[in-house]
């Protein structure tokens, strides 16, 4: 157990629709971070947020959007979705600010499903 | 553009052999490189890392080695062990400050036999 957790484990969906993936970090951890990861792919990174600010952002779609709140929990949201955005989403957080040698500890994942 | 590769899709080996998986990088910015490894329903965990400064890494019955004139590192376990059994992400990123675009390989699934 890494201590970060995500819910919901898994969700299916409809094309259009918009969902919401939460993830609460290890206790102290201030970053937090999601990737994608897709059929068969590595993982993909999306975003990173630091103690509620935007951090760094990768290969996120303008239909996704997160955020960090100030119990530094995080949410992920997907919009207008389409079949392609089905992956595993995963939520990971480190104690800093997303220093190379800071590990980073995932959580086991939401299991999106778009029908 | 795959700039983190790990060409093995998959890895059989007997247990108490040695297990070697193998990643290759293309970018020559990249100065720290991970290993995660990944059970079915979990998310991935924290193996072992090495530098760039580094050829070589020891934890235990895992060993990283890199070899940066190749842009090539492996991955050493011995011996292998039934939990081993899983994906094996290979990772890099580029700059101390660069954890943020840590970029993941797709993975290679050991499986160990008895």
């Known amino acids: 157990d890494s201590g970060v957790t995500q819910t919901p484990k898994h969700l299916i969906t409809a094309t259009g629709q918009r969902v919401t993936l939460r993830c609460s970090p290890r206790?102290?951890?201030?970053?937090v971070y999601w990737y994608q990861q897709s059929l068969d792919q590595g993982l993909q990174f999306l975003i990173q947020?630091?103690?509620?600010?935007?951090?760094a952002k990768g290969n996120i779609l303008e239909r996704f959007s997160a955020q960090q709140f100030p119990d530094l929990h995080s949410e992920l949201n997907l919009s207008s979705l389409e079949l392609g955005d089905s992956a595993l989403y995963f939520c990971?957080?480190?104690?800093?600010?997303?220093?190379?040698?800071?590990?980073?500890?995932f959580g086991p994942g939401t299991r999106l499903t778009v029908l | 553009d795959q700039q983190v590769k790990q060409n093995s899709p998959s890895l059989s080996v007997q247990e108490g052999r040695i297990s070697i998986l193998n990643c290759d990088y293309t970018?020559?910015?990249?100065?720290?490189f991970l290993w995660y490894k990944k059970y079915p329903a979990e998310g991935p965990t924290f193996l072992i890392s090495?530098?760039?400064?580094?050829d070589k890494n020891e934890d235990g019955r895992f060993t990283v080695f890199l070899n940066k004139s190749a842009k090539h590192l492996s991955l050493h376990i011995v011996p292998s062990q039934p939990g081993d059994s899983a994906v094996y992400f290979c990772?890099?990123?580029?700059?101390?400050?660069?954890?943020?675009?840590?970029?993941f390989g797709s993975g290679t699934r050991l499986s160990i036999r008895p």
């Open positions: 090495i530098s760039s400064i580094k």
């Open positions: 970018n020559s910015m990249f100065d720290y």
């Open positions: 947020y630091y103690n509620g600010e935007e951090r």
């Open positions: 990971a957080s480190s104690v800093r600010a997303g220093e190379a040698t800071d590990t980073q500890y």
């Open positions: 990772a890099a990123s580029g700059g101390y400050s660069s954890a943020s675009k840590i970029i």
């Open positions: 206790s102290g951890d201030l970053s």
